[in-house]
């Protein structure tokens, strides 16, 4: 090997190597796909919503809290972005810090859910609908997802699948 080949080939190594460096300092998207009965929603508004800390989150996921938590919850919860899906009901969040979040999406459904109550689990989620139909002949529909830490360096993927 001559002295210009094993420079270029150094040269190479640490290109590769600075590139992988670099990407390991880059935080990941929080993503996720939106699915009713197999087919893409795409007409929603999807929230971010961020906790100060784990106690926080745990007080969110809680199923009665106290009053005082309640109070302690309007300081600790805050409303990040939204976003919009795409055609196959793709959403995407970046440049987060790593932290505690939670997703929740606003969509409109035609049909009745097959379940006889007006909030019933899917996966991780919550899911409500209202009980009778909007302006527009059909029922306004919300999912609220569980908290979760986000670490920001770890694939994130918040995923919703319908089957009712």
Known sequence: MTLTTRRLALALFLIA???DVAAQGQPTPLRGTLREKGKPIVDAAVFLQ???DEHCAKTFASQKPSRKSQE???RCMHDV???VPDSRGYYEFTG???GWYAVHFLWNISEKPSSAQ???KEGHWGVMYAGKKDST???DTMAQDFPFYYSGKDDAA???QTQH
């Open 17 to 19: 190597w600075l590139g």
């Open 50 to 52: 961020s906790f100060e």
């Open 72 to 74: 302690k919850l309007d």
């Open 81 to 83: 972005t939204t976003a």
């Open 96 to 98: 987060l810090k790593p």
């Open 118 to 120: 007006s909030l019933f």
């Open 137 to 139: 002949g059909k029922y």
């Open 158 to 160: 918040r995923d919703f």
